[in-house]
């Protein structure tokens, strides 16, 4: 399995253009640049990406926005956050699931860095399930039988009634 890689360039044309996982579950549409075009690449899957201006973060910083939201593994080294931090105008955010091709580049846009992601280790071996049928309960003997408890119930409830017409009686007499 390749490891999952995030792609960051930076914009080095104006645009306002606003396409993030907010905007898609908000059901926005933005007039997207030539993105594929400027990567050099035949497929660009737009669900992926991210594309926005870094004024919409306001004081988080891009390296803080990107670990928070992709998971970088190992961690963004101070070089490349600070690097991250320093950009201005508009950013592009590249998965790789999002690319069928490498790209390469172009004067529209600058690649700033390109990260591992974490992933999840399917490697370790999951512990045997017991598949042993449970253990069936002993009869328990002390346990009334059906017959048992009906006569139980009719005997307590007669008593009750008795209880109550003695009670009844005398209060009339």
Same mark, same amino acid.
């Given at each position: ?10 914009? *080095? ?7 993030? *996982? ?41 390296? /803080? ?11 963004? *080294?101070?070089?490349?956050? *600070? ?17 069928? /091709? ?72």
């Amino acid at each position: 399995m390749t490891a999952e890689t995030l792609r960051i360039y930076a914009l *080095n044309v104006d645009s306002d253009a606003r396409h993030t *996982n907010l905007t898609r579950a908000r059901g926005e549409s933005v007039e997207m640049p030539p993105l594929a075009e400027w990567l050099g690449v035949d497929d660009l899957d737009h669900r992926e990406i991210e594309l926005f201006p870094l004024d919409d973060l306001g004081d988080m910083p891009l390296s /803080d926005y990107v670990t928070r939201a992709f998971d970088p593994d190992p961690a963004i *080294n101070a070089t490349t956050a *600070n690097r991250l931090d320093a950009l201005s105008g508009s950013v592009l955010l590249v998965p790789g699931r999002a690319l069928q /091709d490498t790209p390469r580049d172009s004067r529209e846009l600058t690649e700033v860095a390109i990260l591992t992601l974490a992933q999840a280790d399917q490697t370790g071996a999951l512990p045997k399930a017991d598949l042993a049928p449970p253990p069936t309960l002993p009869e328990q003997e002390d346990r009334p039988p059906e017959k048992m408890r009906r006569i139980t119930i009719v005997f307590l409830l007669t008593a009750l009634a008795l209880a109550g017409l003695v009670v009844l009686l005398g209060a009339l007499g």
